[in-house]
């Protein structure tokens, strides 16, 4: 059974950072597309980040470009969201997503088959 686990959420100040991990299991998903949605109360689930398995390369919303950071480490089958100079917008239930093997990579929730169970960041003002 495939199972991803994120952690590293909490309750933060703006300014202040974190790391989110998130750790699969049941499957090796060092040749799957990842990426990091989040979605606050009322609004739509949306990409935040994603790193495309082949090329390495990354995507980023555009309210987050340059201060948050995508990163996977193969050997420990663990995808991680460096997030930087938080701000109270940021705040949402964060999830780790990733796509069937093969997939083109996607910004759509539709396009991921598996997702962890999110984990919450709130930042205060």
């Known amino acids: 059974q495939v199972q991803l686990v994120e952690s590293g959420g909490g309750l933060v100040q703006a300014g202040d950072s974190l790391r989110l991990s998130c750790a699969a299991s049941?499957?090796?998903?060092?040749?799957?597309?990842m990426g990091w949605f989040r979605q606050a109360p009322g609004k739509e689930r949306e990409s935040v980040a994603r790193i495309a398995w082949s090329s390495g390369r990354t995507y980023y919303l555009d309210s987050v470009k340059g201060r948050f950071i995508i990163s996977k480490d193969n050997a420990k089958n663990t995808v991680y969201l460096q997030m930087n100079s938080l701000k109270p917008e940021d705040s949402a239930l964060y999830y780790c997503?990733?796509?069937?093997?093969?997939?083109?990579?996607?910004?759509?929730?539709?396009?991921?088959?598996?997702w962890g169970q999110g984990t919450q960041v709130t930042v205060s003002s």
């Open positions: 997503a990733a796509q069937v093997r093969g997939a083109a990579s996607s910004s759509r929730p539709s396009a991921y088959a598996y």
């Open positions: 049941g499957s090796t998903f060092s040749n799957n597309n």
